[in-house]
């Protein structure tokens, strides 16, 4: 079995549509720039309300990706 070391970053997903989507938003962005993302966790959720109306959904997330190794 390998051993495994992670990093985590904190981001923020938003969506006008739904909580799922503003998941999917945040995971999709950073994939343009972290490689080996593994795991996410959902922190916490929060809205914008605009003009008394909901306006976006925001999604706070934990990413974990794997440490390239050096040794390679």
Do not use: C, P
Request: hydrophobic share 35%; glycine share 10%; proline share 0%.
């Amino acid at each position: 079995m390998s051993e495994h070391v992670y990093r985590v970053v904190e981001l923020v997903g938003s969506s006008k549509d739904s909580i799922d989507d503003a998941i999917r938003n945040g995971i999709s962005e950073a994939s343009k720039s972290l490689k080996d993302m593994r795991w996410y966790e959902v922190t916490g959720t929060r809205g914008e309300i605009i003009d008394g109306q909901l306006g976006h959904f925001q999604v706070y997330l934990k990413v974990g990706f794997t440490l390239e190794d050096s040794r390679a």
